[in-house]
């Protein structure tokens, strides 16, 4: 599991595949300072991969105004969660053959794929409730570089929060 989320935002050429969600009428701008937790279930990666996880995350969230405290009540509290899926991809392709496809020859291959999925949530105190969830999901790759991944990872969670704070529909 740990190898496998450090392979979640590697360099590969597929996209990224991020969504979010959020309680509509919240007041997002009344959130100015949140902390990290960890749910009880919840497995974490190694402290290495766990604390630059949390740091790309903190820088993202500093750009929009928030501050992590590690005393007293946060307006809000952070949980990321990560899972690996494995999925079968299909390859087929064709030798072709005259006219409307008669005498080619036709082959398909199949490859399993890890896909992996970072979830953050985020829950409001006062109101004991989630608030906004966003995941980023992409085909791993592996990457030997560890700069390379951490690079990633940043650029990840920027198109994670993107859309944190949600806009304000008038």
């Given at each position: 599991m740990i190898s496998s989320l450090l392979l979640l935002l590697a360099v590969s050429s597929f996209a990224q595949d991020v969504k979010y969600n959020y309680v509509h009428?919240?007041?997002f701008a009344s959130f100015k300072?949140?902390?990290w937790v960890t749910a009880p279930d919840q497995k974490v990666p190694n402290q290495i991969l766990d604390g630059q996880?949390?740091?790309?995350?903190d820088?993202?969230?500093?750009?929009r105004g928030l501050r992590k405290i590690t005393e007293g009540m946060p307006d809000v509290y952070l949980i990321y969660q990560v899972a690996v899926d494995q999925q079968q991809q299909w390859y087929s392709y064709s030798t072709g053959g005259g006219w409307w496809g008669w005498g080619g020859s036709s082959t398909t291959t199949s490859e399993t794929i890890n896909v992996g999925t970072l979830v953050l949530d985020m829950y409001d105190t006062s109101a004991k409730k989630m608030v906004w969830t966003g995941q980023a999901t992409k085909q791993l790759k592996p990457s030997n570089d560890p700069e390379k991944n951490l690079k990633n990872l940043k650029k990840a969670m920027a198109k994670l929060l993107k859309n944190y704070p949600p806009p304000?529909?008038?």
């Open positions: 009428g919240t007041n300072t949140y902390s996880i949390k740091q790309a995350i820088e993202q969230l500093a750009l304000v529909k008038k």
